[in-house]
């Protein structure tokens, strides 16, 4: 089979209502190498770059409250700093490039997927509300 490894996606695919950062950027723990009094910060097993992680709070208003909120790993050499929050709004929203998923199978039982990606940043596309699609279509 040609599929081995992390899947390439784009961020629409993984989220179509857009996200929101609602943690902190820190590093993933590597559980093998660290000890008691020694934190070893996991690296990608394909690239060999630092792993981070940040939560996000997925768009879609469809999804059930605890499906709300994932992790999004990371791999970048050095911290990734989120984009700036936009005033007005109680959390930032934020795009992810270079975006692969892993399917794997959780401790219920459920497939689920773990989201890698290269770069965050501010969103660089908005929706166009329903009324401008409405002028557009004119």
């Keep these: 089979m040609a599929l081995q490894g992390p899947i390439p996606v784009t961020f629409p695919m993984v989220f179509p209502h857009g996200c929101y950062i609602v943690g902190e950027v820190e590093p ?7 000890t008691n009094g020694r934190f070893v910060q996991a690296r990608d097993k394909q690239t060999g770059e ?5 939560a996000v709070m997925d768009g879609d208003p469809t999804l059930k ?5 994932v992790a999004v ?31 794997y199978v959780n401790g219920n039982g459920r497939l689920a997927f773990s989201i890698k990606v290269r770069e965050m ?18």
Excluded at 121 to 138: M, Y
């Design 28 to 34: 993933v723990k590597d559980f093998d190498a660290s």
């Design 73 to 103: 790993k990371i791999l970048s050499p050095v911290q990734p700093v989120p984009p700036a929050p936009m005033p007005g709004l109680p959390f930032t929203p934020v795009e992810f490039e270079t975006v692969s998923v892993t399917p």
């Design 65 to 69: 409250p605890a499906q709300k909120t």
């Design 50 to 54: 630092l792993v981070w992680q940040v």
């Design 121 to 138: 940043h501010a969103p660089r596309h908005t929706a166009p509300s329903k009324a401008q699609a409405g002028k557009d279509a004119a």
